[in-house]
């Protein structure tokens, strides 16, 4: 049997007789307003949630999510100085470079 599989001309079937209609109602400005009334609207409770359960989360002594990424900002940023002192000492071990005098104990 030659031509496209069964699930592709079921799928084209489909699309044909429901593609004018979505096509019709997502074209309209009062589609696009609400879309973005919607994600608006989605982005304050998201912002009033995670203020409210980091409120409770401190409440109880617990970390929130804000505090969390905090702390592995500062763990990153101590691993890029760690690294990159260790590429300094590496570096001058290994360039001759003039080490420091350490004067006997008297």
Known sequence: MTGPPLWQRQVNRVVGAVGPRVESVTARDEFAIAVGL????????????ERESRRALH??????????????????SLEREVRDLGKVLHDGKAGGAPRARVRPAR
Do not use: E, I, W
Not at 38 to 49: E, N, P, Q
Not at 59 to 76: T, Y
């Open 38 to 49: 919607a994600r608006t609207v989605r982005g304050t409770l998201r912002r009033r949630y």
């Open 59 to 76: 409440l109880l002594n617990l970390p929130a999510g804000s505090d969390v990424r905090a702390l592995r900002n500062q763990v990153a």
